[in-house]
């Protein structure tokens, strides 16, 4: 009895850490910041959305060297970038907020992430948040939309259900 007992908590433990293993961890957009922009955003208090940029953190591209490698699942908005012949969408940014990129001012570029998929991805709403899976890298994409300091090597995305 003891022994299948033993057996019974060693299966539970090992199907416990394989589910673990297979859970990414949330990723939070603030990790992607660096304290000192943090900082430098929160004394600003309400920004202006039709004034000039002052401040330096709405432009920083500072990242956080700890975030290279880092696999999980960040929550965010689709903002297309390129398509294929079908329609599909082949580059992208991940955005923290519904309307950035669009909106003035955007996330600052640390609070962008660029991703092109492997497979293009099909049309999507893009009202919908979200998870984007994969490993997060430094890496500066610039284009006539926006300009991110990190990419993502997307595993696959998911819409967040409520």
Request: proline fraction near 9%.
């Amino acid at each position: 009895m003891k022994i299948l007992m033993n057996a019974c908590l060693a299966a539970f433990f090992a199907a416990a850490s394989v589910a673990q293993a297979q859970t990414p961890r949330e990723i939070d957009w603030l990790e992607l910041m660096p304290p000192e922009d943090l900082k430098a955003l929160e004394a600003m208090g309400e920004i202006d959305h039709g004034g000039v940029m002052q401040n330096e953190a709405l432009t920083s591209t500072k990242t956080v060297a700890k975030m290279n490698g880092a696999k999980g699942k960040i929550p965010g908005y689709i903002v297309p970038v390129t398509f294929d012949d079908r329609g599909h969408i082949t580059e992208l940014f991940l955005v923290p907020y519904f309307g950035a990129c669009i909106h003035l001012p955007p996330p600052p570029p640390n609070q962008i992430i660029y991703i092109k998929p492997r497979k293009a991805l099909p049309p999507s709403q893009i009202w919908d948040a979200y998870w984007a899976i994969g490993t997060v890298r430094i890496a500066k994409t610039e284009n006539e939309m926006a300009l991110s300091s990190y990419s993502m090597d997307l595993e696959r995305i998911e819409i967040i259900d409520e």
